[in-house]
Nanobody
Framework: QVQLVESGGGLVQAGGSLRLSCAAS????????MGWYRQLPGKQREWVAAITRGGNTNYADSVKGRSTISRDNAKNTVYLEMNSLKLEDTAVYYC????????????????WGQGTQVTVSS
């Protein structure tokens, strides 16, 4: 069992930066991949970025080039740094742990955090 707690969300102006953190109660090294997702009210949760146990990273086109996902296995923490934030980045951001998959498919996420709100203002 893995429990995930996200933090680092908040209100930021367009063009600004944020670093989200996802702290795990269990070892994330046992997970094949960790992913970040985001969700707007009434919309499906969409994948943002993922990182595998080996450190391979993957990004959705919407954030590619301005986001970095990283992990610190010793601290059982995954990070998502987002730069050049846009109004359309506003959402609740969720961390997910994927035992067997690549972290890029919502349906294969085994554990979710409670989410952290990111609001980008003009």
């Amino acid at each position: 069992q893995v429990q995930l707690v996200e933090s680092g969300g908040g209100l930021v102006q367009a063009g600004g930066s944020l670093r989200l953190s996802c702290a795990a109660s269990g070892s994330i090294f046992s997970m094949n991949a960790m992913g970040w997702y985001r969700q707007l009210p009434g919309k499906q949760r969409e994948w943002v970025a993922a990182i595998t146990r080996g450190g391979n990273t993957n990004y959705a086109d919407s954030v590619k080039g301005r986001s970095t996902i990283s992990r610190d296995n010793a601290k059982n923490t995954v990070y998502l740094e987002m730069n050049s934030l846009k109004l359309e980045d506003t959402a609740v951001y969720y961390c997910g742990a994927d035992r067997l998959g690549s972290g890029t498919r919502r349906q294969s996420i085994d554990y979710w955090g409670q989410g952290t709100q990111v609001t980008v203002s003009s």
